[in-house]
């Protein structure tokens, strides 16, 4: 069924209130019509529109529907509104526009449907801006930090860093594993500065196409190439005032890091076709699961970018070695799809828990949530037992860790040394494992793809 919204209409002239009233209803709306500002305002007191439409001039008043747009503008701001003037110029839309109006039209209207998709229009447009509002509001309460759960004392540096450099105008490099919550660090960074109550615009620089990615940042211009059929602002302009987070920086061309070290070193962006450039006021933070240090050192990233972004380092631990907070994380997980799911509560028993925390978690807190749906889904009580959980993570033997040696006074061969135990203990997971390249990738804290890569690298058979 439809949405019927509510518009009131203000306009001294009946035939015109009439007009409105029929062309509106007949689009579906609820119409309610007054003559004057201040039966307006009376029944803006007593009842929530969607929309308002007011002529300019009522009676001897010249100026009695910018009287009430001030109205609005103070008591109902988020309520658009029309004007309707048959007394058009530009000083008047301007004005109307200065008070707060959505849109300005000038009477006779060209046609029913001109009113009609002009109010459909405001609407659409204070619909977008509500849910704007609550997204930010809910991206504000999900990454406050007070939220971030966590007790280990890997994780408490953590939180204890986003503390002390939150409020700094320094650029800060997050770094670890995928999946061990980098953007949520990103985020409790910029609700706890000064730039909180402006955007936070979050961009993944390997998901996006070299091509596109520099569009993305800096805008362009109208026929910069195909497809540019009109000006975009780029998303640091977007964030202005605010936080930009690049996300998987390690993956952006080196021809667009000279552009985004030029952001760092001077706040302006230049538009791809343009020639003026912009001025910026943006925090920058990024994030990588890569080692930009050696990647500076072997030329496939920039080192003076690297120094400029990596003022401020901030590590965040994988979850393999924060064993202390999976219990708290997993039933975090368990309560949150519980109730998505309409499951009510939920517990986990005893000997799925201890698994969940002999398991190394490749795929880290991203991991573990996905798990915990899955097994919330497939439980047949309220308590998740060894059985909801996936098989890998059921048969997961951990591997004991070797024992520190000393170096030698005679030196040793590291990369033999290194060779011969990854041999081994590859060839001990495999055995163990029954040969299953997945299940022995896990025993070893490796993905199935890094494994593989091992295989290859050291002539191993995997039956």
């Known amino acids: 069924m439809a949405v019927q919204y509510q518009v009131l209409v203000v306009d001294d002239e009946l035939g015109m209130r009439e007009v409105l009233e029929i062309v509106l209803e007949n689009a579906g709306h609820v119409v309610e019509s007054v003559s004057g500002v201040d039966e307006a305002v009376s029944l803006l007191q007593k009842k929530q529109f969607d929309v308002v439409l007011t002529d300019l001039r009522m009676g001897s008043e010249r100026e009695a529907g910018l009287t009430l747009l001030s109205w609005l503008k103070e008591h109902a701001p988020t309520t658009p509104s029309i004007m309707m003037t048959a007394h058009c110029s530009v000083e008047t839309a301007v004005e109307a526009m200065q008070r707060g109006a959505t849109d300005y039209i000038q009477k006779p209207f060209k046609s029913n449907d001109e009113i009609r998709l002009r109010v459909e229009r405001a609407i659409a447009q204070r619909n977008l801006v509500r849910e704007n509002v609550a997204m930010r509001k809910q991206q504000q309460l999900s990454a406050k930090i007070e939220n971030m759960i966590g007790q280990s004392s890997a994780f408490q540096e953590v939180l204890s860093m986003i503390r002390r450099v939150a409020k700094l105008p320094s650029t800060v490099a997050i770094h670890g594993d995928s999946g061990a919550g980098k953007e949520l660090v990103a985020r409790a960074l910029h609700n706890l500065s000064d730039r909180v109550d402006k955007p936070f615009v979050a961009i993944n620089c390997g998901g996006i196409p070299e091509n596109l990615l520099e569009s993305e940042l800096f805008g362009h211009k109208r026929g910069a190439f195909t497809g540019a059929i009109e000006d975009k602002e780029g998303l640091f302009v977007v964030a202005s005032g605010g936080t930009v987070f690049l996300d998987e920086i390690g993956e952006m061309p080196l021809m667009l890091q000279v552009k985004l070290l030029r952001v760092l070193d001077n706040s302006t962006v230049t538009p791809v076709g343009g020639t003026s450039e912009i001025k910026v006021d943006v925090r920058i933070i990024s994030a990588t699961n890569r080692n930009l240090a050696k990647m500076a050192e072997e030329g496939t990233f920039r080192n003076d970018l690297y120094y400029r972004l990596n003022v401020i380092p901030i590590h965040v631990p994988p979850l393999r070695d924060r064993a202390d907070d999976i219990p708290l994380l997993a039933r ?39 798990i915990m749906e899955r097994a919330v889904a497939l439980c047949s009580d309220n308590v998740i037992k060894m059985s909801d959980l996936p098989q890998n993570i059921q048969d997961f033997v951990p591997v004991e860790k070797p024992a520190v040696v000393s170096l030698p006074p005679e030196g040793i061969d590291l990369e033999a040394l290194i060779e ?5 203990l590859i ?21 199935p793809r890094s494994l593989r890569y091992r295989l290859q690298k050291y002539d191993l058979e995997a039956q």
């Open 332 to 370: 975090h997980f368990i309560r949150r799809h519980a109730d998505n799911m309409g499951r009510g509560d939920m517990d986990i028993a005893a000997d799925a828990m201890a698994a969940l925390q002999r398991y190394t978690w490749p795929g880290n807190v991203r991991e573990l949530c996905n």
């Open 427 to 447: 060839r001990q997971a495999l055995e163990a494992s029954r040969y299953s390249q997945k299940k022995a990738a896990a025993m070893l804290g490796l993905t």
């Open 420 to 424: 011969e135990t990854e041999t081994r």
